[in-house]
Protein backbone atom coordinates (compact mmCIF):
# COMPACT_ATOMS: atom_id res chain seq x y z
CA UNK A 1 0.00 0.00 0.00
CA UNK A 2 1.23 3.71 -0.45
CA UNK A 3 1.85 5.29 2.36
CA UNK A 4 -0.16 7.88 3.62
CA UNK A 5 -0.02 10.96 5.41
CA UNK A 6 -2.48 12.39 7.86
CA UNK A 7 -2.49 15.84 8.87
CA UNK A 8 -2.96 16.70 12.60
CA UNK A 9 -5.50 19.26 14.13
CA UNK A 10 -4.04 21.89 15.33
CA UNK A 11 -0.39 23.53 13.97
CA UNK A 12 2.34 21.02 13.55
CA UNK A 13 2.43 17.37 13.02
CA UNK A 14 1.00 15.02 10.67
CA UNK A 15 0.79 11.11 11.34
CA UNK A 16 2.60 8.91 8.31
CA UNK A 17 0.70 5.27 7.91
CA UNK A 18 1.52 2.28 5.89
CA UNK A 19 5.19 2.21 5.84
CA UNK A 20 7.64 0.28 6.76
CA UNK A 21 10.88 2.00 7.94
CA UNK A 22 12.93 -1.19 8.14
CA UNK A 23 12.38 -1.81 4.22
CA UNK A 24 14.61 0.74 1.82
CA UNK A 25 12.08 3.83 0.22
CA UNK A 26 11.91 4.56 -3.43
CA UNK A 27 12.18 7.99 -4.63
CA UNK A 28 8.48 8.96 -5.02
CA UNK A 29 8.28 8.33 -1.11
CA UNK A 30 11.64 9.70 -0.16
CA UNK A 31 10.15 13.01 -1.71
CA UNK A 32 6.88 12.60 -0.24
CA UNK A 33 8.26 12.56 3.54
CA UNK A 34 10.52 15.45 2.92
CA UNK A 35 7.97 17.46 1.40
CA UNK A 36 5.46 16.64 4.49
CA UNK A 37 8.91 17.10 6.94
CA UNK A 38 8.99 20.52 5.47
CA UNK A 39 5.76 21.42 5.71
CA UNK A 40 3.94 19.52 9.05
CA UNK A 41 7.60 20.07 11.03
CA UNK A 42 6.51 16.65 12.75
CA UNK A 43 6.24 13.24 11.71
CA UNK A 44 5.08 10.16 13.49
CA UNK A 45 5.10 6.64 12.59
CA UNK A 46 3.57 4.18 14.67
CA UNK A 47 4.58 -0.08 14.94
CA UNK A 48 8.08 -0.11 13.54
CA UNK A 49 10.89 -2.66 13.95
CA UNK A 50 13.89 -1.54 13.05
CA UNK A 51 17.32 -1.88 13.21
CA UNK A 52 20.36 0.27 13.78
CA UNK A 53 21.65 0.17 10.23
CA UNK A 54 18.19 0.52 9.21
CA UNK A 55 17.45 3.36 11.65
CA UNK A 56 20.59 4.98 10.15
CA UNK A 57 19.59 4.02 6.32
CA UNK A 58 16.27 5.91 6.72
CA UNK A 59 17.91 8.87 8.89
CA UNK A 60 20.27 9.71 5.58
CA UNK A 61 17.44 10.79 3.43
CA UNK A 62 17.02 13.62 5.00
CA UNK A 63 20.98 14.32 5.14
CA UNK A 64 24.13 13.62 6.66
CA UNK A 65 24.43 12.33 9.93
CA UNK A 66 26.09 14.05 12.79
CA UNK A 67 27.73 12.92 16.31
CA UNK A 68 26.88 14.38 18.99
CA UNK A 69 28.72 16.13 21.14
CA UNK A 70 28.33 13.98 24.66
CA UNK A 71 30.14 10.97 23.53
CA UNK A 72 30.19 8.90 26.13
CA UNK A 73 26.16 8.16 25.72
CA UNK A 74 26.87 7.06 21.74
CA UNK A 75 25.87 3.62 20.50
CA UNK A 76 28.93 1.75 20.95
CA UNK A 77 29.00 0.06 17.31
CA UNK A 78 27.37 3.39 15.46
CA UNK A 79 28.06 6.78 16.80
CA UNK A 80 25.68 8.82 14.86
CA UNK A 81 23.16 6.98 17.11
CA UNK A 82 23.12 9.08 20.29
CA UNK A 83 21.47 6.70 23.33
CA UNK A 84 18.64 8.41 25.41
CA UNK A 85 18.14 6.03 28.76
CA UNK A 86 17.70 6.43 32.23
CA UNK A 87 18.77 2.56 32.32
CA UNK A 88 21.62 2.01 34.65
CA UNK A 89 24.60 -0.86 34.18
CA UNK A 90 27.24 -1.35 36.26
CA UNK A 91 26.15 2.14 38.02
CA UNK A 92 26.43 4.49 34.87
CA UNK A 93 23.96 5.72 32.63
CA UNK A 94 23.99 3.47 29.06
CA UNK A 95 22.18 6.60 27.80
CA UNK A 96 21.35 11.02 28.43
CA UNK A 97 19.18 10.05 31.15
CA UNK A 98 17.63 14.43 31.11
CA UNK A 99 17.51 14.99 27.58
CA UNK A 100 14.92 17.53 26.96
CA UNK A 101 14.22 18.47 30.22
CA UNK A 102 13.37 22.43 29.25
CA UNK A 103 12.21 23.55 26.26
CA UNK A 104 14.85 24.10 23.57
CA UNK A 105 15.77 23.49 20.00
CA UNK A 106 18.21 20.94 19.60
CA UNK A 107 22.06 22.11 19.50
CA UNK A 108 20.76 25.81 19.49
CA UNK A 109 24.20 26.29 21.42
CA UNK A 110 26.27 25.40 18.52
CA UNK A 111 27.68 27.63 15.13
CA UNK A 112 25.37 25.14 13.00
CA UNK A 113 22.48 23.60 14.82
CA UNK A 114 21.20 20.56 13.37
CA UNK A 115 18.11 20.22 11.02
CA UNK A 116 16.52 17.84 12.38
CA UNK A 117 16.23 14.73 14.95
CA UNK A 118 14.83 11.32 14.77
CA UNK A 119 13.64 9.03 17.71
CA UNK A 120 12.96 5.23 17.89
CA UNK A 121 11.55 4.23 21.34
CA UNK A 122 12.48 0.40 22.33
CA UNK A 123 11.59 0.60 26.25
CA UNK A 124 8.40 3.51 27.30
CA UNK A 125 7.74 4.36 30.85
CA UNK A 126 4.16 3.83 32.30
CA UNK A 127 1.93 3.42 35.37
CA UNK A 128 -1.36 2.34 35.84
CA UNK A 129 -1.78 1.75 32.08
CA UNK A 130 -1.03 6.02 31.55
CA UNK A 131 2.05 6.39 29.43
CA UNK A 132 5.12 8.85 30.67
CA UNK A 133 7.79 10.24 29.63
CA UNK A 134 5.91 12.12 26.63
CA UNK A 135 7.23 15.01 24.60
CA UNK A 136 5.77 18.36 23.24
CA UNK A 137 6.67 20.04 20.33
CA UNK A 138 5.75 23.78 19.69
CA UNK A 139 5.40 24.82 16.20
CA UNK A 140 7.57 28.07 16.66
CA UNK A 141 6.42 29.39 12.70
CA UNK A 142 2.87 29.55 13.75
CA UNK A 143 3.97 31.28 16.84
CA UNK A 144 5.87 33.81 15.10
CA UNK A 145 2.80 34.10 13.03
CA UNK A 146 0.43 34.99 15.92
CA UNK A 147 2.73 37.57 17.70
CA UNK A 148 1.42 40.89 17.13
CA UNK A 149 2.60 43.05 14.75
CA UNK A 150 4.20 45.31 16.88
CA UNK A 151 6.14 42.20 18.53
CA UNK A 152 7.52 40.88 15.14
CA UNK A 153 8.56 44.43 14.18
CA UNK A 154 10.37 44.59 17.76
CA UNK A 155 12.15 41.12 17.27
CA UNK A 156 13.02 40.70 13.51
CA UNK A 157 16.60 41.17 13.33
CA UNK A 158 17.13 40.79 17.04
CA UNK A 159 20.43 38.66 17.96
CA UNK A 160 21.01 36.42 20.96
CA UNK A 161 23.28 34.60 22.58
CA UNK A 162 22.94 30.46 23.09
CA UNK A 163 25.12 28.53 25.39
CA UNK A 164 25.06 24.56 26.25
CA UNK A 165 26.94 25.46 29.53
CA UNK A 166 23.87 27.50 30.34
CA UNK A 167 21.30 24.44 30.53
CA UNK A 168 24.17 22.08 32.58
CA UNK A 169 23.53 25.69 35.08
CA UNK A 170 20.27 25.71 34.78
CA UNK A 171 19.68 21.72 36.10
CA UNK A 172 22.41 22.70 38.97
CA UNK A 173 20.50 25.39 40.24
CA UNK A 174 16.97 23.40 39.87
CA UNK A 175 18.61 21.36 42.08
CA UNK A 176 18.22 18.48 39.48
CA UNK A 177 20.35 15.50 39.45
CA UNK A 178 22.44 15.29 36.08
CA UNK A 179 24.92 14.61 33.99
CA UNK A 180 28.70 17.19 34.00
CA UNK A 181 30.58 18.39 31.24
CA UNK A 182 33.85 17.49 31.01
CA UNK A 183 36.63 20.45 30.20
CA UNK A 184 36.64 19.49 26.64
CA UNK A 185 33.07 19.27 25.82
CA UNK A 186 32.85 22.65 27.35
CA UNK A 187 35.73 23.41 24.95
CA UNK A 188 34.08 22.01 22.15
CA UNK A 189 30.94 24.12 22.70
CA UNK A 190 31.30 27.86 23.34
CA UNK A 191 28.44 30.38 23.38
CA UNK A 192 27.50 31.41 20.04
CA UNK A 193 25.29 34.21 18.35
CA UNK A 194 22.00 33.57 15.99
CA UNK A 195 19.04 35.32 15.44
CA UNK A 196 16.08 35.41 17.70
CA UNK A 197 13.79 34.40 14.46
CA UNK A 198 15.59 32.29 12.15
CA UNK A 199 13.78 31.44 8.37
CA UNK A 200 13.23 28.03 7.25
CA UNK A 201 15.78 27.00 4.41
CA UNK A 202 13.43 25.51 2.12
CA UNK A 203 9.68 27.18 3.06
CA UNK A 204 10.87 30.63 3.88
CA UNK A 205 9.06 30.33 7.18
CA UNK A 206 10.22 32.38 9.69
CA UNK A 207 10.01 31.06 13.64
CA UNK A 208 10.95 31.49 16.80
CA UNK A 209 14.54 30.60 17.64
CA UNK A 210 15.41 31.73 21.34
CA UNK A 211 14.70 29.04 23.73
CA UNK A 212 14.39 28.19 27.43
CA UNK A 213 16.76 25.53 27.39
CA UNK A 214 19.71 27.18 25.25
CA UNK A 215 19.12 30.99 25.10
CA UNK A 216 21.54 33.04 27.70
CA UNK A 217 20.38 36.66 27.07
CA UNK A 218 19.65 38.96 23.76
CA UNK A 219 22.93 41.03 22.48
CA UNK A 220 23.07 44.53 23.39
CA UNK A 221 19.92 44.97 25.39
CA UNK A 222 20.12 45.35 29.52
CA UNK A 223 19.55 42.20 31.17
CA UNK A 224 15.96 43.23 32.75
CA UNK A 225 14.64 44.60 29.47
CA UNK A 226 16.63 41.20 27.81
CA UNK A 227 14.98 38.42 30.39
CA UNK A 228 11.42 39.81 30.54
CA UNK A 229 11.24 39.75 26.65
CA UNK A 230 12.50 36.38 26.36
CA UNK A 231 10.30 34.89 28.84
CA UNK A 232 7.53 36.97 26.61
CA UNK A 233 8.50 34.76 23.67
CA UNK A 234 9.27 31.66 25.63
CA UNK A 235 5.35 31.46 27.11
CA UNK A 236 4.06 32.66 23.90
CA UNK A 237 5.86 29.89 21.86
CA UNK A 238 5.23 27.10 24.04
CA UNK A 239 0.66 28.07 23.84
CA UNK A 240 -1.56 24.99 23.56
CA UNK A 241 -2.42 26.25 20.47
CA UNK A 242 0.94 25.78 19.00
CA UNK A 243 1.55 22.52 20.45
CA UNK A 244 1.50 18.81 19.99
CA UNK A 245 1.73 16.48 22.34
CA UNK A 246 3.37 12.77 21.08
CA UNK A 247 2.05 10.00 24.03
CA UNK A 248 5.11 7.33 23.37
CA UNK A 249 4.59 3.70 22.46
CA UNK A 250 7.37 1.20 22.06
CA UNK A 251 7.86 0.52 17.98
CA UNK A 252 6.99 4.79 17.45
CA UNK A 253 9.23 6.87 15.60
CA UNK A 254 9.20 10.63 15.76
CA UNK A 255 11.36 12.57 13.27
CA UNK A 256 10.85 16.99 13.44
CA UNK A 257 11.99 19.88 11.54
CA UNK A 258 14.81 21.64 14.14
CA UNK A 259 14.29 24.71 11.92
CA UNK A 260 10.51 25.36 13.02
CA UNK A 261 10.29 23.86 16.15
CA UNK A 262 11.08 23.77 20.23
CA UNK A 263 10.48 20.70 22.19
CA UNK A 264 9.98 19.48 26.01
CA UNK A 265 10.45 16.09 27.62
CA UNK A 266 8.12 15.41 30.55
CA UNK A 267 9.88 13.78 32.92
CA UNK A 268 7.57 12.19 35.18
CA UNK A 269 9.04 8.59 35.33
CA UNK A 270 12.24 7.80 37.79
CA UNK A 271 14.02 3.49 37.68
CA UNK A 272 12.19 0.83 38.20
CA UNK A 273 10.31 2.65 34.99
CA UNK A 274 12.94 2.16 32.17
CA UNK A 275 12.82 4.62 29.06
CA UNK A 276 14.93 3.87 26.38
CA UNK A 277 14.81 5.82 22.25
CA UNK A 278 17.72 5.65 19.99
CA UNK A 279 18.11 9.26 18.28
CA UNK A 280 20.06 10.15 14.68
CA UNK A 281 20.93 13.89 14.38
CA UNK A 282 20.34 15.75 10.77
CA UNK A 283 23.12 17.78 10.04
CA UNK A 284 21.51 21.67 9.29
CA UNK A 285 23.21 25.27 8.77
CA UNK A 286 23.65 28.32 9.95
CA UNK A 287 20.76 30.12 11.06
CA UNK A 288 19.33 33.66 9.32
Request: proline share 6%.
Amino acid sequence: MALRIEPFDGAIGAAVIDVDLAQPLDAEERERLIEAWNRYSVLVFRDQQIAPDEFLRYSRYFGDLEVHVLEQYLHPVHPEILVVSNILEYGRNIGIPDAGRYWHTDLSYLDVPSRGSILYAMEIPEADGETLGNTLWASTAAAYEALPEATRARVDGLQAEYSLSKRFQKLADDGTKHIELSDEQREKTPSVTHPVVRTHPVTGRRGILVNEGHTTHIVGMPEDESQALLQELWDHTTKPDFTYCHEWRVGDVVMWDNTLTQHLAICDYALPQRRLLHRTTITGERPY
